[in-house]
């Protein structure tokens, strides 16, 4: 399949992944008996990971890997990429219909074990390669791979009926935390890096490298602050506090690399593009310091013990920072024609999740004193469809330039 089509379809992932959110907003106020809202988060959350985000991924890498090793044939990886977009819809039909059960756990292991494969076959092709986004390619699909034990534990106590709470609660931080403050924010940094070395920056290796190992060691020990409930100990506190600051001057290292760049983004980025960094690098940071912030104790016990504060911070993080940029990543291949319908559905993306998260960012401080927002959840469903009605316009919008 062309790569036009191969992108222009995950685009259509995330329309579908929108609809699943429209959804799930109107039942929260109407009526819509014959579906389960659990079951439609399950669907949604899994879809929006393998469905949207990672399958996006995996061609921007095939791409890159393209680029970088023009010798090496990718047809391995387009039949992988086929296996997981019919695992991710599998999951949709089985979640939807019966939650966990035989057939939402085989289509979730089949996407698993898609993305070891996927992950051997692109640590081989670039073993050789002396490349500055390798390193977070490699890190990105290892925090992959090791996500899955999450899956696998959270699989097994559905299955068997045995669930501890605490055990469960744990596995299911364990897969999100090594999914998007792992693969999905390595992988995103490691596109980065890239497209600043097409715009002509330099990237010096040694600072790469530092930057890596302070978010790598950062993200591995960054874990337990999703667990700080299980009461750890004073040396393993103190570790983990080590390790958010690691992360920290990680991120501002990076944020030095793009601000160093900037004079070339000028010349070689259109306003769009650098309006869509600004504005995901914001929400980034934003995600870092939040983190950094939920090391005292007394902010973690707010965060954890909300369920508003939650959906804010998982929407910061997978949506206005990951997945707005693999959007804007997608548009910036010059596979596809710029139109003012795209560059409009683009704008109204935007404000509509700007809007989002700060109606959840808003109902998660009011939590703090039990207070709820009026009309919150009307407001969330105007801006869930307003969300949908631009990924539509984007997806009608592309076409293929005729050069390429």
């Known amino acids: 399949m062309p790569r036009t089509l191969w992108l222009k379809f995950s685009v259509f992932n995330f329309v579908l992944v929108a609809l699943l959110g429209v959804i799930m907003r109107y039942k929260i106020l109407y009526s819509l008996p014959f579906l389960e809202q659990k079951h439609l ?19 921007l890498m095939v791409i890159y890997l393209s680029k970088v090793r023009p010798e090496i044939s990718v047809r391995k990886y387009n039949i992988l990429i086929i296996l997981n977009l019919m695992a991710s819809f599998a999951m949709i039909g089985t979640f939807i219909y019966g939650g966990y059960f035989w057939g939402s756990i085989a289509a979730s ?10 992950a051997f076959f692109f640590v081989k092709d670039l073993k050789y ?18 996500s899955s034990a999450g899956v696998f ?13 605490d055990l469960y609660l744990a596995s299911e931080y364990y897969f999100l935390h090594f999914q998007y403050n792992g693969f999905f924010i390595f992988a995103c940094i490691g596109l980065l890096l890239y497209s600043l070395k097409e715009a002509g920056t330099l990237i010096i290796e040694k600072e790469n490298k530092l930057m890596f190992w302070l978010m790598f060691f950062g993200c591995l020990i960054g874990f337990g602050l999703s667990v700080l409930w299980l009461k750890l100990s004073m040396p393993v506190f103190a570790l983990i506090i080590l390790a958010s ?3 920290t001057y990680g991120a501002f290292l990076l944020y030095r690399i793009v601000r160093r760049s900037w004079t070339n983004l000028i010349l070689k980025w259109s306003v769009v593009q650098r309006f869509v960094v600004i504005f995901v690098g914001s929400a980034f940071a934003a995600k870092i310091l939040l983190q950094l912030a939920s090391n005292v104790p007394a902010v973690s016990q707010f965060a954890f013990g909300f369920r508003n504060v939650v959906i804010a911070y998982l929407h ?17 291949t010059n596979y596809f024609n710029i139109s003012k319908s795209l560059i409009t559905g683009l704008k ?19 939590s703090i004193r039990y207070i709820a927002v009026p009309y919150a959840n009307h407001f969330l469903l105007a801006f869930s469809v307003l969300i949908l009605v631009a990924l539509l316009m984007i997806f009608v919008s592309l076409r293929r330039r005729k050069e390429i």
């Open 129 to 146: 390669l002396r490349e500055t986004s390798k390193i977070w390619f490699l890190g990105g699909l290892f925090f992959a791979v090791i």
């Open 109 to 118: 292991a089949v996407a698993l074990l898609v993305s070891f494969v996927f």
């Open 153 to 165: 534990n959270l699989a097994y106590m559905k299955s068997s009926g045995n669930i501890t709470q």
């Open 245 to 247: 600051l690691a992360q």
């Open 348 to 366: 109204l993306f935007l404000a509509g999740i700007f809007l989002n998260e700060f109606m959840l960012g808003l109902m998660g401080v009011f």
């Open 41 to 59: 988060q399950e669907a949604h959350s899994h879809f929006a990971f393998y469905g949207w985000i990672t399958n996006v991924l995996y061609i």
């Open 316 to 332: 910061l993080v997978l949506l206005m920072c990951i997945a707005t940029y693999l959007l804007s990543l997608v548009l910036a």
